[in-house]
């Protein structure tokens, strides 16, 4: 028996479309044993009685790995434990599926390497950014060419805050992905090559604001923020108060705020107060970025 524990994660981070990924405190955590036959789940916390057995991405991932290998495979039992809210942004299909494909490995003895499972999480999910900081921890850049996932894993900004704003209802990734054109002009080409290539080189210099102030993007955010109800009322008054930034993060609707202090109570009301007035009801919560990916422990 062991358990299983990978990090909610946040995508694209404004101009880092399907590139850039970043660890945080929020966590899928799995307890998972042998059986004689079938797959069961016993699931708690975030999807408590939405998560079935039948179509769990878990279950799914397990037998992906199993089959690529040519496993013929056991039966598992499986306590799941879940933060992270589910089909808002923050990671956890890409939690489920570094957790099953980390499973598949430790019941076959690890015969897969760190790169052969990203490679083969990143075919399931889809795309490679939510994957890397999953496993990996901390901020990863992503890039993909002839199959194969090349990647790099640096350390965040120490002083930057993070918080997430968690609304109440749901948008498919796969829908949000059918909403952006299939080309862009130029100049939106290269402003989100400017920005990207200054947020990079903000965070190997270690420049907040620099960080801050290159959180803008031209390819995904201007057509996923019309779907998102707030997130240009928000990224206003955040900007206008020299708070800092605000990006979707993944496809939404989460917003993630990066600032360059706490917000204060009234700050923190005034933000809840613009969903409020749009309808929606929104957890806010202060995260922290996280170091390690996927750990597994013995139990």
């Known amino acids: 028996?062991?358990?299983?524990?990978?990090?909610?994660?946040?995508?694209?981070?404004?101009?880092?479309?399907?590139?850039?990924?970043?660890?945080?405190?929020?966590?899928?955590?799995?307890?998972?044993?042998?059986?004689d036959e079938g797959f069961h789940l016993?699931?708690?916390?975030?999807g408590?009685?939405?998560?079935?057995?039948?179509?769990?991405?878990?279950f799914q991932a397990v037998k992906k790995t199993w089959e690529k290998v040519g496993f013929s495979g056991l039966g598992m039992r499986v306590r799941a434990f879940n933060e992270i809210p589910i089909s808002r942004g923050l990671g956890?299909?890409?939690?489920?599926?570094?957790a099953g494909v980390t499973s598949a490995n430790e019941l076959m003895g690890r015969v897969l390497s760190l790169s052969q499972m990203i490679e083969l999480a990143s075919q399931i999910e889809g795309h490679p950014d939510n994957v890397l900081p999953a496993f990996l921890g901390g901020f990863t850049i992503a890039f993909s060419k002839e199959g194969?996932?090349?990647?790099?894993?640096?350390?965040?900004?120490?002083?930057?805050?993070?918080?997430?704003?968690?609304?109440?209802?749901?948008?498919?990734?796969e829908e949000m992905r059918k909403i952006l054109p299939p080309s862009y002009p130029r100049d939106?080409?290269?402003?989100?090559?400017?920005?990207?290539?200054?947020?990079?080189?903000?965070?190997?210099?270690?420049?907040?604001?620099?960080?801050?102030?290159?959180?803008?993007?031209?390819?995904?955010?201007?057509?996923?923020?019309?779907?998102?109800?707030?997130f240009c009322e928000v990224k206003e008054y955040i900007q206008k108060r020299n708070l800092g930034n605000v990006a979707i993060s993944g496809s939404g609707p989460t917003l993630i705020l990066f600032l360059s202090r706490p917000l204060q109570d009234k700050e923190e009301k005034d933000v809840e107060g613009i969903f409020q007035s749009q309808g929606v009801n929104i957890n806010i919560k202060k995260v922290e970025w996280v170091k390690e990916g996927v750990k597994v422990r013995k139990l």
Request: aromatic share 12%.
């Open 1 to 35: 028996m062991f358990e299983v524990q990978v990090p909610a994660t946040s995508a694209n981070l404004a101009c880092g479309f399907d590139t850039l990924g970043l660890a945080l405190n929020l966590f899928y955590r799995v307890e998972v044993s042998s059986a």
């Open 42 to 46: 016993y699931h708690e916390g975030e």
């Open 48 to 58: 408590k009685g939405i998560i079935k057995e039948e179509d769990n991405l878990f």
């Open 92 to 98: 956890s299909s890409a939690a489920c599926i570094v």
């Open 148 to 173: 194969k996932i090349f990647y790099h894993q640096l350390a965040f900004l120490p002083e930057v805050e993070i918080v997430v704003c968690v609304p109440d209802y749901t948008l498919s990734t």
């Open 188 to 230: 939106k080409v290269v402003f989100n090559l400017s920005s990207l290539a200054y947020l990079l080189g903000s965070i190997f210099t270690e420049d907040k604001e620099g960080f801050l102030l290159s959180l803008e993007d031209e390819i995904h955010q201007p057509y996923r923020g019309a779907k998102i109800k707030g």
